[in-house]
């Protein structure tokens, strides 16, 4: 640790991000195999998908570093903008996709996004700049109750919690009067327990992880499949490539459950090593962020970095050792799909570019 701690910021956070993004890619691979056969006949079908995503969000990092930090002042409400009006296209039928009951994703022919991924992005960029300006608590609550309805239609409450962290960190950070949130949180709350006991889907979600014995072979199938993944991993793994559950037995395998395989083939303490990685990346990210002059763009734009990316990790791990219900949340920089993959390696590669830049 103290050997690492002589590295400068910049670089640790490019060494462990090229890891994460290098051992996440290896285990869609190994999770995907399967699926991939099945569905179009050979194994690499998600795999070389997987890399192409990796590639543009490779070009996203180094368009976000040598993006002019003034230029994205400019634009933060633009931004905020046309990422909210991609999130509100999901629920047009002639552009949206529904998957499984969920409208979260939109058709652009030779593939599909999820706009939430870069909505949470336009939301961080545009609050950085806001924020610094003023706390005013009316327009705040605006902001983010229009993404918040949308979010409840689809639905994706994984996101909208996502994304209610992100906006009432930021609003603490920017030494706003966190009291004033109260009311509002506790008015989320009953909202949210009337979105979900008005959802049989989401009704089963909660169902099923107080009482995963509930129909063992349809609501609770995934997290009970994901539990024998886990403990058939044991405290060294099966060894890699000799996951059993990878043979078509969990749902959403290669994205949002992707750490069941991990935790299956490396046990126990593989799964640690992978979880100090993502500890000592958000420690970078946190370790930028109180360097930067308190309440500056910089500094709340890396804070809401470090409570998007850290606060998705949480609920996504969470949800797979069934400490909280499932999510649907991608586990970022390991779950198949490009949106997460292209949107955190862009938010990297504007906290490496403030990593880098002289304090002022």
């Known amino acids: 640790m103290k050997i690492f701690s002589k590295i400068p910021t910049a670089t640790g956070l490019v060494i462990i991000l090229v890891l994460l993004s290098l051992v996440g890619l290896f285990f ?46 400019k634009i933060a409400p633009f931004v905020y903008l046309i990422t909210f009006l991609a999130l509100v296209l999901t629920l047009v039928p002639s552009i949206g996709i529904e998957v499984n009951g969920a409208k979260r994703w939109i058709d652009l022919g030779i593939t599909s996004f999820q706009p939430v991924e870069f909505f949470k992005l336009g939301l961080i ?19 983010i109750s229009l993404p918040a309805v949308i979010l409840l239609l689809q639905p994706d409450i994984g996101s909208l919690l996502v994304i209610l962290a992100i906006a009432a960190g930021m609003f603490f950070v920017a030494g706003g009067n966190i009291k004033k949130l109260l009311p509002i949180i506790g008015f989320g709350l009953v909202l949210l327990i009337v979105a979900i006991l008005a959802s049989p889907y ?24 994901i539990t024998l993944a886990l403990g058939s991993g044991g405290w060294f793994g099966l060894g890699l490539g000799n996951s059993q559950q990878k043979h078509a037995f969990i749902p959403e395998l290669s994205s949002d459950s992707i750490f069941a395989i991990v935790a299956e083939e490396l046990g126990f303490i593989g799964s640690c090593f992978i979880l100090i990685l993502f500890g000592l990346y958000f420690y970078l990210i946190y370790k930028t962020a109180i360097a930067q002059k308190k309440y500056s763009f910089e500094q709340l734009f890396t804070s809401g970095v470090l409570l998007w990316i850290a606060g998705q990790t949480v609920l996504n791990l969470g949800s797979i050792v069934a400490l909280l219900p499932l999510t649907g949340l991608p586990l970022p920089l390991f779950s198949y799909g490009g949106s997460s993959l292209v949107s955190v390696l862009f938010a990297s590669g504007f906290v490496y570019k403030v990593a880098k830049s002289p304090k002022k």
């Open 125 to 143: 960029v545009f609050f950085a700049s806001w924020l610094k300006k003023h706390q005013r608590i009316l327009p705040f609550i605006f902001l």
């Open 202 to 225: 989401r009704l089963r979600r909660i169902q099923t992880f107080l009482n995963p014995e509930v129909d063992p072979l349809g609501a609770s199938f995934q997290i009970r499949q």
């Open 28 to 73: 869609v691979f190994q999770a995907s195999t399967i699926e991939s056969f099945n569905l179009y006949g050979h194994q690499y079908y998600f795999i070389t998908r997987q890399i192409i995503w990796l590639l543009i969000g490779v070009i996203a990092f180094l368009i976000a570093y040598f993006t002019p930090i003034k230029f994205w002042l």
